[in-house]
């Protein structure tokens, strides 16, 4: 009994900590899915946060000001995605194709400008990545000790996360500005007759989104890992568009499905064994990323006007 519960500390603390990129992204998915945009650039828009994040926090010593930075560089993406398909009507989906070609692209150029010719950064030193809250609080010495500390000591941006599920479902669903932004994904014509500017309103959940997916790719780099690799964000942000449609393009469901997701990609911390083994697991994510879309793709109700450019009326 003492080691199932044990072991379960270890798994929700893996849960949590492989969600948390996911859910800051996805959250960002939703808003600009919802208000009508499709947005396949995450993945280009996590690897900008990661990058800038890390570096910020590297030259300056403030894991905060990196964090706030790395969701600054994704929003700097999603503006360029919302020029390209809000005011320029251009193709979304290639858009967001060449997002995730340029931001990479950029943020590798960058990393050997600044670091010697490597494409990868100097690892953070403890102190400059995000902190943990609640360290040291508990008696590792019992079972149930043990089993707190993995389940309630963790990063700061595990409870941010969450928190911010919180907010998004409110904006959503209980002010005027979520009411706005799914009647622009649903119908922007008849919102342009009642005065509300569908053009900006897309633009702007575009720039949150990528703003959120800043974060999400900070996350990675500042609380899983400690440096930025080319190959940190690889697939992440295409699993949290996966985590979207399963939870049917709301913030409530986009948390399940990233919780699920999360366990898959944490589950290989877990598991361990030898290289063929961990090789074996780390694929568990991307084959249940393809069976939640072959499943849920068709049954997700997604925004009438989604993916459709909006041309405003002389």
């Not at 990129?21 to 960002?28: D, E, V």
């Not at 070609?101 to 990393?111: D, K, R, S, V, Y």
């Not at 913030?251 to 083994?277: D, H, R, Y």
């Amino acid at each position: 009994m003492d080691a199932f519960i044990s072991e379960l500390g270890v798994i929700i603390y893996a849960t949590l900590l492989y969600t948390t990129p996911l859910l800051f992204a996805a959250l960002g998915s939703c808003f600009s899915e919802v208000s009508g945009v499709i947005n396949i650039g995450i993945e280009g828009m996590m690897t900008a946060g990661a990058f800038a994040g890390t570096v910020v926090a590297y030259f300056t010593g403030n894991p905060w000001v990196g964090f706030l930075c790395g969701g600054l560089a994704g929003m700097v993406f999603g503006a360029l995605h919302a020029v390209a398909t809000v005011r320029l009507g251009a193709d979304q989906t290639i858009s967001g194709t060449a997002i995730n070609m340029l931001a990479p692209g950029i943020a590798i150029m960058m990393c050997k400008s600044l670091f010697s010719g490597s494409s990868d950064t100097i690892p953070l030193d403890p102190s400059m990545k995000i902190p943990v809250l609640f360290a040291g609080k508990f008696d590792t010495n019992t079972v149930m000790g043990t089993f707190l500390k993995n389940v309630v000591s963790n990063y700061a941006v595990i409870y941010i996360v969450f928190i911010a599920v919180i907010v998004v479902w409110f904006v959503f669903y209980k002010t005027r500005f979520g009411l706005r932004m799914r009647a622009c994904g649903e119908h922007p014509q008849a919102c342009e007759t009642l005065g509300i500017n569908v053009l900006r309103m897309r633009f702007l959940c575009v720039c949150i989104s990528g703003f959120m997916a800043g974060l999400g790719g900070a996350c990675m780099t500042m609380a899983i890992t400690n440096q930025f690799r080319p190959i940190s964000i690889v697939g992440q942000g295409f699993i949290a568009i996966a985590a979207v449609i399963f939870g049917k393009f709301k913030p409530q469901g986009a948390m399940l499905g990233c919780l699920l997701f999360g366990l898959c990609t944490g589950l290989k911390v877990i598991v361990g064994g030898n290289a063929a083994t961990i090789q074996l697991v780390s694929m568990i994510p991307y084959v249940v990323t393809v069976i939640v879309l072959i499943l849920f793709v068709g049954k997700s109700h997604v925004p009438a006007a989604n993916g459709k450019p909006y041309i405003k009326s002389k």
